[in-house]
């Protein structure tokens, strides 16, 4: 899956005044399902850089990195502050945050 369709596809599920949250949050599932651990590995990566941060944000807002494997190297390269780039707010990773 290229990084284009995703970004395009993520911010059509975010700005599409015809769907409420829990039609957001079944497209988001939809998409976010199909993601190998390597894709998860390259998103995560995309959205650290400059070039990612649209689609950081919409991550933030829905709390997209939830499913995120917590155990995949790039996660512990991330927290031990070897990844350069933009961090995540808390609320990528955790819905109870980002719903409130």
């Not at 995560?44 to 400059?50: I, P, Q």
Request: charged share 25%; aromatic share 18%; proline share 2%.
């Amino acid at each position: 899956m290229s990084n284009r369709f995703l970004e395009r596809f993520l911010y059509w599920i975010h700005k599409n005044p015809n769907l409420d949250i829990s039609q957001k949050d079944f497209y988001f599932g939809i998409l976010t399902d199909q993601f190998s651990k390597t894709e998860w590995d390259i998103l995560f990566y995309y959205c650290s850089t400059s070039q990612g941060r649209r689609i950081r944000k919409i991550i933030e807002t829905y709390a997209l990195m939830e499913k995120y494997h917590l155990d995949s190297v790039m996660m512990k390269i991330y927290q031990n502050g070897l990844l350069e780039g933009e961090k995540f707010a808390p609320s990528a990773f955790d819905s109870a945050i980002a719903f409130t």
